[in-house]
């Protein structure tokens, strides 16, 4: 039934290699069951319930992308997005997260039309190179900065930005650990580094008296704190309209760079053309609009399944077996707790030593793109540099964006290239103007 459903003989592969596979990807996707609950938990989400349905939405976007699209893709709520989500919109703007929950709903609608209408296409050709690689280099930074904050390596500095924390303080070297040994790991390839990293420094950090067990196993935690709480009538405002196509334009993104990335290595690719892409697209996208239902951020497909293919995985079985995987985690919630939990410093700043290794080597993934972008070109450099510093010295993703796509298009404008951009680079310029000028 199995071979039939998936095409195991068809893919040159077998039942035993795509649970391996399977397990393989899951365990490279799991440190977000433990991140999420804190990423969100800074925006006053209950972190019970935001793990719980950080594992159920996992688990739907992994089946679809299994039996819909029979990619050997992982799906689980998406790092960057899910900052987007808490220190941006929540934390910087004010956003109630009863409201952001309503935005990502409207943006995953939004994404589920795109992908019936064929109209993605047209999006992704419009957005210049140097933007989308700009915004991925610049979430790497924001997402690195905040862990060096949340391992108290990096601290506030009263006469500037930032400096140097105060490494002598045990939480903060049980961080520092965390970063040297994972990245140690990651060098080495191994499978499911950052993981393995996560549960190594957990164990060290109950040697030394820094974190207390409570147990593993438990009746997962209720999601009533979360479920069904955004606020649709809440967003029915024209200040709302930029964040909502901001989370549509990283979930597009971020999805078509992972699709093809794996697609590639799963040799599924065929000619430059993805077999089955739209329901590959519609398994994010429906994810993410019941991700956002029960009270989670936005639901993407994983990078980290490139694992999972290195590892022999071709079909959509591998998929169905990460779900099952993120299913079976909503029982491990005291452990959960244990690892995302926050730690008082003397200074009384809360930091989380187990979980910020992981956010700053998550960082250091997203730098790829500054490789892609044109530096010898002033059009492309300028507005793909000011992206990429405007995004963690601001400490808003949105604004980084916005002042990508007004240099952008004024460059191209004032330097006589104005015909090279699309109308739709022209239109989101004029909106993000028209953000600052009115809100």
Known sequence: MLNRIFKLTENSTNFRTEILAGVTTFMTMAYIIFVQPQVLGAA??????????????AAVGSFIMGFAANYPIGVAPGMGEN????YTLVIAMGVAWEKALAIVFVSGVLFILLTLFKIRELVIEAIPECLKNGIAVGIGLFIGLI???????????????????GLSETPVLLAVFGLLFTAVLLVRRVKGAILLGMITSAVLGLMIGVLNYNGAVAVPPS????????????????????????????????????????????????????????????????????????????????????????AGGRTGL????????????????????????????????????????????????????????????????????????????????????AIGFISYPLLKLFGGKGKEVSWLVYLLGILFILRYVFL
């Open 44 to 57: 006053g989400m209950d972190k019970g319930a935001v793990m719980v349905v950080t594992c159920l939405a």
């Open 83 to 86: 900052f987007f989500f808490a």
């Open 223 to 310: 999601i009533a704190p979360t479920f069904l709480k955004m606020d649709l009538k809440g967003i029915l405002d024209l200040q709302y309209v930029v964040p909502v196509v901001i989370f549509l334009y990283m979930a597009l993104f971020d999805t078509i760079g992972t699709l093809i990335g794996v697609t590639s290595q799963a040799g599924i690719m065929k000619g430059g053309k993805m077999p089955r892409a739209s329901q590959a697209l519609m398994a994010d996208a429906t994810a993410t609009t019941v991700g956002a239902a029960m009270g989670t951020s936005t639901t993407l497909a994983y990078i980290e399944s490139i694992a999972g293919v290195k």
């Open 147 to 165: 862990g060096l904050h949340e391992a108290g390596i990096v601290v506030a500095n009263p006469g500037g930005l930032v400096k140097l924390g």
């Open 318 to 401: 591998v998929a169905v077996v990460v779900g099952l995987l993120f299913l079976v985690a909503v029982f491990f919630y005291p452990l959960v707790e244990m690892i995302s939990g926050g730690i008082a410093l003397k200074s009384g700043l809360v930091v989380h030593p187990v979980t910020a290794p992981a956010l700053i080597l998550v960082g250091s993934m997203m730098m790829w793109g500054i490789k892609k972008i044109e530096w010898d070109d002033p059009f492309e450099a300028v507005p793909a540099f000011l992206t990429i510093v405007a995004i963690p010295f601001t400490y808003s993703i949105a604004d980084g964006i």
